[in-house]
């Protein structure tokens, strides 16, 4: 090591990452995560002077008393995970000092993740969560207040957790993780069967607010199975069989809904929705300008509106920098969100914006969801049968938990599992419907009815393998002649 690298060490920022870790290990074995010598955690040096990627790592060793660990009992490792410290040996009843058995996993969510820390966790929750289902390949829960503490999930979602299977040796299972974090983009954990949980998250703060969500959606799932109850679906209902589905066609496990023309009048999108957005955006954007959230909704329109223009879209108008002032800047993202409700577009910088103003809309009683009398009894009923209800629209999904949780008949979100919006991709592009069927879990594509009343997303769910039937509504479009697919008027047909 050169004498600056030797210098470092011994700075006060990876001095005080190395306390943290003695620290949460000391919370963490009381908790029972780091028990027997079990469960690791490491952290990133934060040290703003130096980028993420290339920050030093501090990882606790194995095969120690996690809850007895001193500062100088941690390894540093840099940024490719090559070890740039060791702790010195210690007299016997001590072990020779190695590294955390755990190190190649925690690389892997440091690489591929972006990770600030990382905890293996070996909680008794996360292990006997997997052996519920011997054969299940995922943990699936919905409907829970803590499923609000995981990155990128709200409380209508639901919350998918890859299952990997165990090995004798802690590195055997780097391959299994790494192929886990790349099959699911949007999880924070990956869970090892008999075994327990890995855990990440951008800063420790993250990971440890997220292992903590994680350990009592465990406990609650755990709990409801003893009671007979299901913690997979809205209700959490009595456990159903699913034998009780199958079909002559064979089962029908999901249902997935588009909106528009389907289970609502395209007229309530385009005479009340639209017109709604396109009148309070402007106010919307000064009363909440300085927010997180509209800043957020602003630079998504200004990537858009850049790309607009590049491209020769027509309507699509400069925005000015911010140094020109508020109402210059508000003055062109109106100009542009019209132009782009005008031409209907299907973009999650115009979605998510006009989501943010229909919830104003909802919240003080200016705007009420409408459904077609048929989709309440019909959701009911499936829900009953224990089959599991999603929606896919070109919406937000906060605009559509904003419509299904505000009708006339109430709130509908209690019979739905979970929303998807553009963010998975195009509804008429095959690979949007692939990309559902693997997040639903089904064994086989064909397990999921996708009802709609566009005719290319009928077929494109249709060449992913999906069961498609073509919702018949009042002033829907005209199908083409000859179109092959089974058409309903009323869900009291499906």
Not at 213 to 218: A, E, G, I, K
Not at 379 to 402: F, P
Not at 455 to 479: D, F, H, M, W
Request: net charge negative; proline share 5%; glycine share 8%.
């Amino acid at each position: 090591m050169g004498a600056a690298t030797e210098a470092y060490l011994e700075s006060k920022p990876v001095q005080e990452a190395k306390a943290l870790i003695t620290e949460l290990c000391r919370q963490f074995y009381q908790l029972g995560w780091v028990s027997g010598t079990g469960g690791s955690i490491t952290i990133k040096v934060h040290d703003d002077s130096i980028p993420k990627p290339q920050q030093f790592i501090i990882m606790s060793p194995s095969g120690v008393q996690k809850e007895r660990m001193m500062l100088e009992d941690m390894y540093v490792l840099s940024s490719d995970g090559t070890i740039v410290s060791s702790p010195a040996p210690k007299p016997y009843p001590h072990k020779p000092p190695k590294c955390s058995d755990c190190g190649p996993l925690f690389m892997k969510a440091y690489q591929m993740r972006n990770a600030g820390a990382v905890i293996h966790s070996h909680g008794m929750e996360s292990c006997l969560v997997t052996m519920i289902n011997p054969t299940a390949k995922e943990f699936r829960i919905t409907h829970m207040e803590m499923i609000k503490g995981i990155q990128g999930h709200g409380y209508y979602d639901e919350l998918v957790i890859p299952i990997i299977e165990n090995s004798a040796h802690e590195r055997d299972l780097t391959d299994a993780l790494a192929a886990a974090i790349e099959a699911y983009p949007k999880t924070t954990a990956v869970l090892v069967r008999n075994h327990g949980i890995y855990v990440w998250g951008d800063s420790w703060i993250s990971a440890k607010t997220q292992a903590e969500c994680y350990h009592y959606l465990f406990e609650a799932a755990i709990k409801l199975h003893h009671m007979g109850l299901d913690w997979t679906s809205p209700g959490h209902g009595p456990i159903k069989s699913i034998n009780r589905l199958s079909r002559s066609k064979g089962s029908r496990h999901c249902v997935v809904l588009d909106i528009e023309g389907t289970t609502t009048p395209i007229s309530f999108v385009t005479d009340v929705l639209f017109p709604y957005a396109r009148d309070n955006v402007g106010k919307h954007l000064s009363s909440t300008y300085d927010s997180p959230e509209t800043q957020d909704d602003i630079k998504l329109l200004r990537a858009q509106v850049q790309e607009d223009l590049k491209a020769g879209v027509a309507g699509a108008v400069p925005i000015p920098s911010d140094e020109e002032g508020k109402e210059a800047v508000i003055a062109a993202l109106v100009a542009n969100v019209e132009a782009m409700i005008k031409a209907d577009r299907k973009i999650t910088a115009l979605k998510q914006l006009q989501g943010h103003t229909w919830r104003t809309g909802f919240q003080n009683g200016e705007l009420q969801g409408v459904v077609f009398d048929d989709v309440p009894e019909a959701l009911e009923r499936w829900h009953a049968l224990g089959m599991k209800v999603y929606i896919y629209s070109s919406g937000s999904r906060l605009a559509q938990r904003l419509l299904f949780g505000n009708t006339k008949f109430g709130d509908l979100r209690k019979y739905l599992s979970g929303f998807f919006d553009t963010t998975v991709g195009h509804k008429r592009e095959t690979r949007s419907y692939i990309e559902i069927s693997e997040s639903l879990g089904v064994d086989n594509p064909s397990e999921i009815l996708f009802v709609t009343d566009v005719y290319q997303e009928a077929t494109a769910a249709k060449a992913a393998g999906l069961e498609a039937v073509i919702s018949v509504r009042p002033g829907n479009a005209p199908l083409p002649e000859n179109h092959g697919l089974k058409t309903v008027r009323s869900f009291a047909e499906l």
